[in-house]
């Protein structure tokens, strides 16, 4: 008669003894799986965010051009020069603009989306967001310098369609217009809104999504007209989703320096700021600071968002 | 009953909408064959197929190409690694610091891309570090990695716990689960993670143009011919192939992942 396999199988190897090691300490394998990535993101990029803030810190000498590597607030100080505070405003009242439009824009093809949509309209409408959003941004930028040219599609079509007159009226309005589409704000603008639009539309959707049906019907059976519910239940059941999507709209238009750069006038924002002063100017300082800027806005913004319920929307 | 139908003008902007997010990349496909170089004239006084033998023979275009496929091959790499391994570590357990950890994560896409190029840029001039192919990669890798870890953690959320429990019962070992049980079941949405970071990668500008010095990928190339513009025609034909090279990974991650709880690419 053999002797009875036991129950607990012997080790085999090093695999086994790890196993083995693994299940009596479970906080090793958490500490096996996070040291990589967390030594990663925690050198390159908080390393990188830290010396950002350690760079914004420093002056520049302005007779030799040279880092000057001790603590001042100079640098800051310079951000409240009316030339740059002037790129600092056009740059939140660009974003600000940017995120109403997109808002605007995203609402009707998120509640028809959310609502109403069924099957195989369902994926279309959910590939139709996501194939532009996953798109080359170069592309799409380049695609609209095509469009709003002077000799382009717009005008080509005002001509044909006996709107020119329109068209130089709008571009005739100080301020947001320009020689042609392509070299005016509200090109600009444009541009912004058709890039960011998708980043809009998915929380807003998903926040439409999560409004239960009982909820509308309960409404309607209390005696509420459609533009009622509509109204009083479901705009501020989707405003979580709103102010989620502003998030994205507001932070990427504010650090975004190439839409500016292809179409608009030459007037420029943080985005364009930072890349000039670190690259021709050589002012790594000054671009660190404005840099800065953002982050603080942002701080500031995510903020109120919490504190107004958008983060579920995410 | 609350109506079920949605109104005319409803309807009208929810399609006008999609046809505004789709109609002006069309428009780059037509102006690939257009025979006017040195505008962009709409319409296209005539058509013609000359522009892809001459994008085809242009020398200044391959290098670049070759180097945007080679970064976004290894930072796609770095990430798989990375991104599994953090999406592993959060999906089971709780520990302190989970939250702070999320947020780490997600980061580098929620900051504007001139903050993450001007963090890396300005710890590159402290330090010393010369540019180089591997200086782009660095700032890839590290917003490809929630690209990843987004993908990966929902595939995580969806599998029960208990097929790990039965493999360990059957006398597999730690690293034969992985190999026979995890494997397999995040197969696709790791696949589909890679793909998307691909995707985000080759197409990369922002963070690109502050860690590339003097080398320039494919997206380099084209932003440089945008502000000052030689051969028109040919940056068209450039944009089509970035099109493609961006829109076929999406699909086939939406494919993949496609009737899961977790379709892919719903957060970039």
Redesign the interface.
């Known amino acids: 008669m053999t002797s009875p396999t036991p129950a607990i199988?012997p080790e085999?190897g090093l695999?086994?003894r790890?196993?083995a090691l693994?299940?009596r300490h479970?906080?090793l394998?958490?500490a096996v799986?996070?040291t990589?990535?967390?030594l990663?993101?925690?050198v390159?990029?908080?390393?990188?965010?830290f010396?950002?803030l350690?760079?914004s810190f420093y002056s520049i000498d302005e007779f030799s051009g040279v880092v000057k590597e001790e603590f001042t607030l100079k640098t800051y100080a310079e951000l409240f020069r009316a030339q740059n505070l002037d790129i600092i405003i056009r740059t939140l009242v660009m974003s600000a603009a940017v995120t109403i439009g997109c808002a605007l824009?995203?609402f009707?093809?998120a509640?028809?989306?959310a609502?109403?949509a069924r099957g195989k309209w369902k994926a279309?409408?959910?590939?139709?967001?996501?194939?532009?959003?996953?798109?080359?941004?170069?592309?799409?930028?380049?695609?609209?310098?095509?469009?709003l040219?002077k000799?382009?599609?717009i005008?080509?079509a005002a001509e044909g369609v006996g709107l020119s007159m329109i068209l130089n009226a709008i571009l005739a309005i100080p301020g947001i217009g320009g020689n042609s589409l392509s070299t005016s704000p509200l090109g600009t603008f444009i541009v912004f809104v058709?890039v960011w639009?998708?980043?809009m539309i998915?929380p807003m959707q998903a926040a439409l999504e999560r409004v239960p049906?009982s909820m509308?019907?309960a409404?309607?059976d209390l005696g509420a007209s459609?533009a009622q519910?509509f109204r009083t239940v479901i705009l501020p059941l989707a405003m979580p989703g709103v102010i989620a999507g502003s998030i994205f709209t507001f932070?990427?238009t504010?650090?975004?320096?190439?839409i500016p750069?292809?179409v608009g006038t030459s007037a420029r924002f943080?985005?364009l700021a930072?890349?000039q002063l670190?690259g021709t100017a050589g002012n790594?300082p000054l671009?660190?600071a404005f840099?800065v800027v953002?982050?603080v806005i942002?701080l500031i913004y995510l903020t109120i968002a919490k504190r107004k319920g958008a983060f579920d929307a995410? | 009953m609350h109506s079920d139908r949605a109104s005319l003008g409803l309807k009208i902007a929810a399609v006008g909408g999609l046809l505004f997010l789709h109609l002006p990349i069309l428009l780059i496909f037509l102006y690939a064959f257009t025979t006017e170089d040195k505008s962009y004239q709409f319409p296209p006084p005539g058509l013609t197929t000359q522009w892809f033998g001459v994008a085809w023979n242009r020398e200044d275009i391959w290098p670049p190409l070759y180097l945007s496929l080679w970064v976004a091959t290894i930072a796609t790499f770095l990430a798989m690694i990375l991104g599994t391994l953090v999406s592993a570590a959060m999906a089971r357990t709780a520990f302190f610091g989970r939250e702070q950890i999320s947020l780490l994560i997600i980061l580098p896409i929620a900051l504007p891309g001139v903050i993450t190029g001007m963090s890396l840029r300005s710890a590159f001039s402290i330090m010393d570090i010369p540019f180089s192919t591997w200086t782009i990669i660095l700032g890839h890798a590290t917003f490809c990695i929630v690209i990843v870890y987004n993908n990966a953690v929902a595939r995580f959320r969806r599998l029960s716990g208990g097929i790990l429990e039965a493999s360990a019962d059957l006398g597999a070992n730690s690293f034969q689960t992985f190999r026979y049980v995890l494997l397999p079941n995040l197969g696709t949405a790791l696949l589909a993670g890679g793909m998307l970071a691909f995707a985000l990668s080759f197409d990369e500008v922002i963070v690109t143009t502050f860690t590339a010095g003097q080398q320039s990928t494919l997206p380099i190339w084209m932003l440089q011919e945008l502000v000052r513009p030689r051969q028109r025609p040919v940056t068209n034909v450039v944009a089509i192939v970035v099109f493609l090279a961006t829109f076929v990974p999406i699909l086939i991650a939406y494919y993949l992942t496609r009737g899961g709880s977790e379709t892919a690419g719903a957060g970039k």
Do not use: C, H, N
Not at chain 1, 44 to 49: A, E, M, T
Not at chain 1, 137 to 144: E, F, P, T
Not at chain 1, 254 to 258: A, E, L, S, V
């Open positions: 199988l085999r695999a086994d790890l196993t693994f299940w479970p906080r394998l958490l799986l996070l990589p990535p967390l990663w993101l925690g390159v990029y908080l390393g990188s965010l010396a950002l350690l760079q824009i995203a009707p093809i509640y028809y989306a609502r109403f279309v409408f959910y590939l139709g967001v996501m194939l532009p959003l996953w798109s080359s941004y170069l592309v799409k930028v380049y695609a609209w310098k095509l469009i040219a000799e382009g599609i005008t080509w058709y639009l998708p980043y998915l049906t509308l019907e409404s309607a459609r519910t932070s990427l504010m650090g975004d320096y190439i750069q292809i943080i985005g930072v890349y670190q790594i671009a660190a840099a953002p982050i942002m995410l």
